[in-house]
């Protein structure tokens, strides 16, 4: 099974730029379609973006497209969520997901899960 570790949290003014780093553990890293998640103070966990094992297909919740951009390394068992316009109801906790079966685009019944990174937008 995989393991994921997230870095690159912080915290950045509204309209900034943050570029969050997935390094998973492993050596079937390519195999599994990989995503991102996010759960802000009170909120439940939801959906940011999605990418399948290839990288040839990628999915964004309507809050953040156009904005964020999932992508992946597999060569460096990496994934990245590329953070412009930053806004300040983007302040959450945001944790990758990996699973071997599908785009992780809903929490529920994924195989693995990262530690978490907090980002705070400033406005």
């Known amino acids: 099974q995989v393991q994921l570790v997230e870095s690159g949290g912080g915290l950045v003014q509204a309209g900034g730029s943050l570029r969050l780093s997935c390094a998973a553990s492993?050596?079937?890293?390519?195999?599994?379609?990989m995503g991102w998640f996010r759960q802000a103070p009170g909120k439940e966990r939801e959906f940011v973006a999605a990418?399948?094992?290839?990288?040839?297909?990628?999915y964004y919740a309507d809050s953040v497209k156009g904005r964020f951009t999932i992508s992946r390394d597999n060569f460096k068992n990496t994934v990245y969520l590329q953070m412009n316009s930053l806004k300040p109801e983007d302040t959450a906790v945001y944790y990758c997901?990996?699973?071997?079966?599908?785009?992780?685009?809903?929490?529920?019944?994924?195989?693995?899960w990262g530690q978490g990174t907090l980002i705070t937008v400033s406005s």
């Open positions: 990418i399948s094992w290839g990288g040839s297909s990628t």
């Open positions: 997901a990996a699973d071997q079966e599908r785009l992780p685009k809903t929490p529920g019944g994924l195989d693995a």
């Open positions: 492993g050596r079937t890293f390519s195999t599994y379609a």
